[in-house]
């Protein structure tokens, strides 16, 4: 990938339960800590919207999908517009490995939440120096 | 079969990209939790590409309302093209007109502002599900309970006392919470103002205001020791 080129990440940000309020927490954790200066968020409904800019954008810039649940809504929206993303992450799969942690709820993620946000993040954080072929700096 | 009842979706923009996002979806679930979890429903926006029938279904089967953080009106749009018409649009930008500047993108930086921005808008998009619901839903029909998101559940609510009744009041202890930020002491003299919040979230019926007056109050001093004040 052109190192110029910020990796969007993009979560799903779902309203329903506490699975999407750590999608959108370890985006944040990744654009605005683990490495700000190679990453950018975008608002999924933008997407959704059909705006052109973010079109172009999710065209342009390598994607990276952050799904709170298996129904993978920022993965499939991505999809649709540009086929496959360059990774794709589910809660799950960090959740699974702490089980019967209560993470919080959608509306506040507790100390369990923030552990599972954060390892999430650094898998995202991987995943980006992977796309960039270099470690990523925060 | 269970009763029909008309309940009023309320569709929040993710709006990653910006704090007035973080406020929307933050502002809906209150109202989804706290103000009015008996009449309202939700569903996540990137559902409709992403989901089935039943999801671009839901503002033709409730009356529904949009929360959108900036005046790219991305919930509305995306709504109205999926979905169906939406009976009100509400952009939180404007309903803050200016005010609660530096807010947060993420809970990590939440402060003052940004909790008293969350009810101003909450607050707001409260009264709107009161005005449709008013209206008799607008153009839309009724949709059933099991229509909703699962997770549209009430919080927990706290119990008083009234006239030897047990009554319970959703999200009594939040109510409670926000009186104490705001610098409200548990006093006699603030008893109407206790019970005037209060009112704003749960129907105190006329005839027992005096009831609840003091069962409030006496409620507020049990939470404020509790909360060692």
Not at chain 2, 16 to 23: F, S
Not at chain 2, 79 to 107: F, I, Q, W
């Amino acid at each position: 990938m052109d190192p110029a080129q910020k990796v969007l990440v993009i979560p799903c940000s779902g309203i329903g339960k506490v699975h999407g309020l750590i999608s959108r927490e370890a985006t944040y954790l990744v654009t605005d800590e683990l490495a700000p200066g190679q990453t950018e968020t975008l608002c999924l409904a933008l997407l959704v919207k059909g705006d052109e800019q973010a079109l172009a954008r999710v065209r342009s810039q390598p994607c990276i999908t952050v799904d709170g649940c298996p129904k993978a809504c920022a993965q499939k929206n991505v999809t649709l517009v540009r086929g496959e993303s360059d990774g794709a992450f589910q809660v799950l799969q960090v959740l699974k490995q702490h089980r019967g942690v209560q993470p919080g709820s959608a509306s506040s993620l507790n100390e369990a939440g923030w552990t599972v946000a954060r390892e999430l993040a650094e898998l995202v954080r991987d995943k980006v120096a992977e796309l960039a072929g270099c470690e990523v700096t925060s | 079969m269970s009763e029909e009842k008309l309940r009023v979706g309320i569709i929040s923009c993710s709006g990653e990209e910006i704090p007035e996002g973080t406020i929307s979806r933050l502002a809906t679930r209150r109202v989804l939790e706290l103000l009015r979890p008996d009449q309202t429903v939700t569903l996540c926006l990137p559902l409709f590409l992403a989901g089935g029938e039943q999801e671009r279904d839901f503002a033709r089967s409730h009356p529904t309302i949009t929360v959108d953080g900036c005046d790219k009106r991305c919930a509305q749009a995306g709504t109205e093209k999926h979905s169906g018409p939406v009976s009100a649009a509400l952009v939180v930008t404007e309903m803050l007109n200016g005010g609660y500047p530096d807010c947060a993108r993420s809970s990590r930086q939440r402060g003052e502002v940004d909790r008293e921005a969350v009810w101003v808008v909450a607050e707001t998009i409260a009264a709107t599900v009161d005005q449709l619901l008013a209206e008799g839903g607008g153009a839309q029909g009724r949709g059933a309970e099991s229509d909703g998101c699962a997770c549209s559940r009430p919080l927990p609510g706290g119990t008083v006392a009234i006239n030897g009744e047990e009554v319970t009041i959703p999200g009594l202890q939040m109510i409670f919470g926000q009186l104490l930020e705001t610098g409200v002491a548990p006093e006699p003299g603030n008893a109407d103002r206790v019970l005037a919040t209060v009112a704003i979230y749960y129907p105190v019926p006329e005839a027992e205001r005096e009831a609840y007056r003091e069962a409030l109050l006496e409620a507020y001093k049990r939470h404020s020791a509790q909360a060692g004040v």
